[in-house]
Every structure is written in C-alpha cells, then in structure tokens.
C-alpha cells in the first residue's frame, strides 16, 4: 500500500514559524488562522504572544471569530476563548507556559464576560496592563481580581463609578505580592471617575500597604490624599504624578456633594523616598529638595498659588484648607 505523502498541515512548527513570520498581520488573520488548529497555534505565536508567557491582545482580535452573525461582544468573547487556548509550548518541556504577563489595547472595549474569561484561563498572571476599563463594571473587576492572586503589577484605566475602597479591599485580600499599581483616570471634578482624596488615600494605604511604586495618571489629585500616601504607605519608594490635575474643595468638609474644583495647570512630578534621612523624607524632582510629606505638598499645591488666587471668588479657601 502507498503512503499518502504529508501535507501543510503536518510542517514541522520551526518550519512553519519561519514561513509565517514572511506574512503580513492581515495575510495571518485571513489565511492561516482558519485553515486548522496546528496553524491556528503557529500564527497565535507571531499575532499575540511577546514571548512563552507575555500576551499582548489588539483590536484585530475580535475578527478571529467565524461567527458573524453574533452581535461584536460575543464575537469578542469567541475570539479571546480561541487565543487563549493557544497558548505556545514552552521550550524547556511539553506543558503549556502558564500567561504571565498579558497586555490590552487601549482601543478595546471589555465587558464583564470579556475580562473574567481572561481572568479563568490565567489564574498565574503576574502583570496586567489594562489602559481602558470603563466598559468594566466594578463587581466584574473585583471578580477577576480574585482570580489573579500572584499579581505583582497592575496598570488599570478610568474605571466608570469605581468604588475605590471596596476595589482596594479586593486587591489587598487577594494580591498579596501586588507591589507595583498605576491608576489612570480623568481630570474632571465628576465623581464617576477615581480621584486621590483623603477617603480613597485612606482606603489605598490601609489595604495595600506593601506597594513600592504607584503612579497616577490624569488623577484629580488633593492635597490631603497625596500627604496621606506619602505618610501612610510605609514600603512606598516612589510616587509618580503625570499630567494630574491639583484639586481643592468647595468648602471644609470633605463629605458631601462638593466635588472640588481643579486649581492651576495639570502638574508631572516624581516624588522619591530619601532614604538619606532617618525620618521620613521625599525629594521632588522639579523642586530638587528633599521634604517632610506635609511640606513637599504644600510646596507643589504653591506652585503657581500668586496666579490662582488673583482671579478667585469671594469666600474661596485659602491654600491651608485645600
């Protein structure tokens, strides 16, 4: 009897890598995708994967899905079943490497379904970078955060009505290894969005007090919350403010409807641990001193103070109630 000489299909993968890589992304996503799971796995390698355990997800995902008559959510929800279940075989045996490190576009849009899908299929990860999550509502994060309970980093964006200390209360009960976070957010005085004030400071340093590094992106910033993380997050080592907007409120308590208004220009600063002191000292670098938390705040919110209040209402605080 005569053999049947191999196909495509049976290439050896290495070959077939070699071959792929001369592709374009869209000849991947049209030719080689579909044609059967061996090539499906080959051309996950090169569309997604950074290397054995980084994933990196993009837009053209959701057109991995053969059913176009489903609405563009569950299209999406098919396709990341379908990359998720390729994952590339380690090279130092036959298992599959565990994702510890996954990436997301800043143009996608997750649900719910979409993020604790990803959440169940990589129970190892170590490092999320999630730029856009106002899609995600905050009991469908606190779901998928406690899937992930070797996090060590975590980069998340404008999360819509997030409520910050029961967030930070699930990261710090599940995360135990998170050391490294980054929030990003709008600088609005709107209340949908995280702001750093003295409540959500409070709620931060109490439930994740192993952090060294946090960084705020386009953060409503108060005074009061930023002296809190300085002086509360014992093992902080560094603080990063980029194109934050400083805020004061309406009027002395903090509680209420009052939102706060935003005071001067947005501001970027790295504020570092001094570990030249004894006592707790940060050195600013736009200011190139070191200082006690309270008075490198009051430093930064004097900044451009003469211009502010030249133009202020009647009866607005001064720079010691903000």
Known sequence: MIESAAGWGDLEGNLLL??????????????????????????????????????????DVKRLSRSRNLDPSQRLKEALKCVMDCFPMS?????????RTMLFSRAMFLLDMHINLVAKKSPKLRKL?????YTVTVPGLCRA????????????GPVRNLNAPSFFRVLGKTC??????????????????FRLDEINSL??????????????????IFRRGVCIILQKCKNLEKLDLSKCGRMFYDYPSIYGPGLGKLYGKEISVEIKRDKGYQSMRWFIDTLDESYTPKRGVKCLWSVGEEAFFAHKPPGSPSIDCF
């Open 129 to 133: 970078i999630l730029p856009k999550a």
């Open 145 to 156: 955060i406690r899937k992930w309970e070797e996090l060590e980093e975590l980069s998340i």
């Open 18 to 59: 070699k071959i792929f890589k001369q592709l374009t992304r869209e000849d991947l996503i049209s030719a080689t995708w579909f044609v059967c799971g061996w090539w499906r796995s080959v051309s996950s390698a090169i569309l997604f994967w950074k290397d054995e355990s980084t994933l990196e997800l993009r837009t």
């Open 91 to 99: 090279s130092s045996s036959h298992n599959c490497a565990p994702v």
């Open 203 to 220: 709620s931060l340093s109490r439930c994740v007090p192993q952090l060294r590094m946090l960084s705020m992106d386009k953060m409503p």
């Open 176 to 193: 135990r290894n998170l050391t490294i976070l980054t929030l990003s957010s709008y600088c609005t005085d709107s209340s949908m969005y």
